[in-house]
C-alpha cells in the first residue's frame, strides 16, 4: 500500500486555483520530489499534507487513513523548512530534543536519541552550541536531525537547500541522500532547481500553475518529457517546430519548414499530420567542422550564432536555418581548450536517427 495517497486535492484562494486536481502516491522509503516554477503550488501543497492547511476538495490519506480530522502535531509527518526554523535560546541539542519532549519520552531515551541524530548529521560535539553558534549548513544539519529524530513516518522538505552557497548545496544534497538511505524514511522534498530534483529523487512530480504536468523518474523526466513546458523547465533544450510525414512504432519522420527531413524516435499516439515539435537536448548534439564527414542520419550545416563557456563545456548555438536555432555541447577535455569554433564560424551539426524526441503542440 501506498504510505502517501494525495487524490484529486483541489486548493482555491478567492478565484485562484493554487493547487488543481493533483494526484499523487508515494511509496514508503521513496525520495519523492515536488518541482516546479516560483508560485506553481508546492508550499500549498506541502502544507495540506503536513495538516497546517486543508484541501477545498479530494482527500490525503496515510497508510490508507484520510487525514482530514488530524491536526498537524498528530499526524506521522515532520516539516524541515528553508529558513531552518529552530529555536535560537535553545542548544543544538535541546533543539533536536524538542519533538521527543513534545511526545512524552523519557530523558534517558531522549538523551541516547539526540546522540544518535547528532552523529548521523556528523555533529556530535556541537549538542551544546546554540544556533547563532553555527554556519547556514551546520544549522540546517540540526533542523533535519530535529526531522529524523522521532523516525517520522514521511518528512516534507521545503526547498531545504535554498539558502545555502553552490558548493554547500551540493555537499549537503549528497548527505541528504545519504541520511534518507540510512533512516528509511520517506521524503517528499520540495524544491525549484531541477538539477537539484533529478539529482536527489526517485521520482518527481513536475508541477506548472496548480497541476501536475507529469509524474516520473528523473531519467524518464529527463529524457523523455511529456510537453513543452517539462521539456524547457528541466535542463537545456532545443526546439524546433515540426511536421510528422511518417509514423512508425520504430521511428517518426518529421518536416521542417526551411530544413527538410528530420528522424527521431517513436511515440506512442503520435501519426501523420500531426504538427508539433522536435526536442533535442545539447548533449545529443555533434558539432563538426564543415568538411568533416558527416556519418549521424540527421546532418545540416550551420552558423555558430553565439557560444557561452561555462568551464567544463561550451554550448553553442548554431542557426540551422532561417530563425532556427539548436544548441550543441562539448566538453573542454583537452588542457586549456576553451573554445573551438567562433560566432559566424560556419559548422556541421548532426545527431542519431533516434535522439530527440516529438512533442505534440
Ligand atoms: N494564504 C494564501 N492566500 C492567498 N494566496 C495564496 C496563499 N498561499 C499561497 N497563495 C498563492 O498560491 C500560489 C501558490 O503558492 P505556493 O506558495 O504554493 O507556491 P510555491 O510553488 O511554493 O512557490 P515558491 O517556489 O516561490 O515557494 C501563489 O500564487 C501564491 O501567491
Ligand atoms: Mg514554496
Same mark, same amino acid.
Given at each position: 500500500?501506498?504510505?502517501?495517497?494525495?487524490?484529486?486535492?483541489? %486548493?482555491?484562494?478567492?478565484? +485562484?486555483?493554487?493547487?488543481?486536481?493533483?494526484?499523487?502516491?508515494?511509496?514508503?522509503? /521513496?525520495?519523492?520530489?515536488?518541482?516546479?516554477? #516560483?508560485?506553481?503550488?508546492? =508550499? =500549498?501543497?506541502?502544507?495540506?499534507?503536513? @495538516?497546517?492547511?486543508?484541501?477545498? #476538495?479530494?482527500?490525503?490519506?496515510?497508510?490508507?487513513?484520510?487525514?482530514?480530522?488530524?491536526?498537524?502535531?498528530?499526524?506521522?509527518? !515532520?516539516?524541515?523548512?528553508?529558513?531552518?526554523?529552530?529555536?535560537?535560546?535553545?542548544?543544538?541539542?535541546?533543539?533536536?530534543?524538542?519533538?521527543?519532549?513534545?511526545?512524552?519520552?523519557?530523558?534517558?531515551?531522549?538523551?541516547?536519541?539526540?546522540?544518535?541524530?547528532?552523529?548521523?548529521?556528523?555533529?556530535?560535539?556541537?549538542?551544546? $552550541?546554540?544556533?547563532?553558534?553555527?554556519?547556514?549548513?551546520?544549522?540546517?544539519?540540526?533542523?533535519?536531525?530535529? @526531522?529524523?529524530?522521532?523516525?517520522?513516518?514521511?518528512?516534507?522538505?521545503?526547498?531545504?537547500? @535554498?539558502?545555502?552557497?553552490?558548493?554547500?548545496?551540493? /555537499?549537503?544534497?549528497?548527505?541528504?541522500?545519504?541520511?534518507?538511505?540510512?533512516?528509511?524514511?520517506?521524503?517528499?522534498?520540495?524544491? !525549484?532547481?531541477?538539477?537539484?530534483?533529478?539529482?536527489?529523487?526517485?521520482?518527481?512530480?513536475?508541477?506548472?500553475?496548480?497541476?501536475?504536468?507529469?509524474?516520473?523518474?528523473?531519467?524518464?523526466?529527463?529524457?523523455?518529457?511529456?510537453? %513543452?513546458?517539462?521539456? *524547457?523547465?528541466?535542463?537545456?533544450?532545443?526546439?524546433?517546430?515540426?511536421?510528422?510525414?511518417?509514423?512508425?512504432?520504430?521511428?517518426?519522420?518529421?518536416?521542417?519548414?526551411?530544413?527538410?527531413?528530420?528522424?527521431?524516435?517513436?511515440?506512442? &499516439?503520435?501519426?501523420?499530420?500531426?504538427? @508539433?515539435?522536435?526536442?533535442? $537536448?545539447?548533449?545529443?548534439?555533434?558539432?563538426?567542422?564543415?568538411?568533416? /564527414?558527416?556519418?549521424?542520419?540527421?546532418?545540416?550545416?550551420?552558423?555558430?550564432?553565439?557560444?557561452?563557456?561555462?568551464? *567544463?563545456? =561550451?554550448? +553553442?548555438?548554431?542557426?540551422?536555418?532561417?530563425?532556427? +536555432?539548436?544548441?550543441?555541447?562539448?566538453?573542454?577535455?583537452?588542457?586549456?581548450?576553451?573554445?573551438?569554433?567562433?560566432?559566424?564560424?560556419?559548422? &556541421?551539426?548532426?545527431?542519431? !536517427?533516434?535522439?530527440?524526441?516529438?512533442?505534440? *503542440?
Amino acid at each position: 500500500m501506498a504510505l502517501l495517497e494525495i487524490r484529486n486535492v483541489t %486548493r482555491r484562494f478567492g478565484s +485562484y486555483t493554487a493547487v488543481n486536481n493533483v494526484s499523487i502516491t508515494v511509496a514508503a522509503g /521513496e525520495f519523492f520530489t515536488l518541482l516546479g516554477p #516560483s508560485g506553481c503550488g508546492k =508550499t =500549498t501543497l506541502l502544507r495540506m499534507i503536513a @495538516g497546517f492547511d486543508l484541501p477545498d #476538495s479530494g482527500q490525503i490519506l496515510l497508510d490508507g487513513k484520510d487525514m482530514v480530522g488530524t491536526p498537524p502535531e498528530k499526524r506521522p509527518v !515532520h516539516t524541515v523548512f528553508q529558513t531552518y526554523a529552530l529555536f535560537p535560546h535553545m542548544t543544538v541539542a535541546d533543539n533536536i530534543a524538542f519533538p521527543l519532549k513534545m511526545a512524552g519520552k523519557r530523558p534517558g531515551e531522549i538523551r541516547t536519541k539526540v546522540e544518535n541524530a547528532l552523529g548521523s548529521v556528523r555533529l556530535s560535539n556541537f549538542g551544546n $552550541r546554540f544556533p547563532h553558534e553555527l554556519s547556514g549548513g551546520q544549522k540546517q544539519r540540526v533542523a533535519f536531525a530535529r @526531522g529524523l529524530v522521532n523516525r517520522p513516518r514521511l518528512l516534507l522538505l521545503d526547498e531545504p537547500l @535554498g539558502a545555502l552557497d553552490a558548493k554547500l548545496r551540493e /555537499e549537503m544534497q549528497i548527505e541528504l541522500i545519504n541520511l534518507q538511505k540510512e533512516m528509511g524514511v520517506t521524503f517528499v522534498f520540495v524544491t !525549484h532547481a531541477q538539477n537539484e530534483a533529478l539529482a536527489l529523487s526517485h521520482r518527481i512530480a513536475v508541477m506548472n500553475h496548480g497541476n501536475v504536468e507529469q509524474i516520473d523518474e528523473p531519467s524518464k523526466i529527463y529524457g523523455f518529457p511529456i510537453n %513543452r513546458f517539462v521539456a *524547457d523547465f528541466i535542463g537545456k533544450i532545443s526546439i524546433i517546430s515540426a511536421q510528422v510525414v511518417e509514423a512508425a512504432p520504430s521511428h517518426l519522420k518529421l518536416h521542417v519548414p526551411e530544413l527538410g527531413e528530420i528522424l527521431t524516435i517513436g511515440k506512442e &499516439g503520435v501519426k501523420a499530420g500531426d504538427q @508539433g515539435a522536435l526536442a533535442i $537536448r545539447p548533449e545529443q548534439v555533434r558539432i563538426t567542422h564543415p568538411s568533416e /564527414e558527416q556519418r549521424l542520419k540527421n546532418h545540416f550545416l550551420g552558423k555558430v550564432h553565439d557560444f557561452l563557456y561555462v568551464g *567544463d563545456v =561550451t554550448t +553553442y548555438i548554431v542557426e540551422i536555418s532561417n530563425g532556427a +536555432y539548436i544548441e550543441a555541447l562539448l566538453p573542454n577535455s583537452s588542457p586549456g581548450r576553451a573554445k573551438f569554433f567562433e560566432a559566424g564560424d560556419m559548422v &556541421g551539426v548532426s545527431w542519431r !536517427h533516434d535522439a530527440g524526441i516529438f512533442l505534440n *503542440d
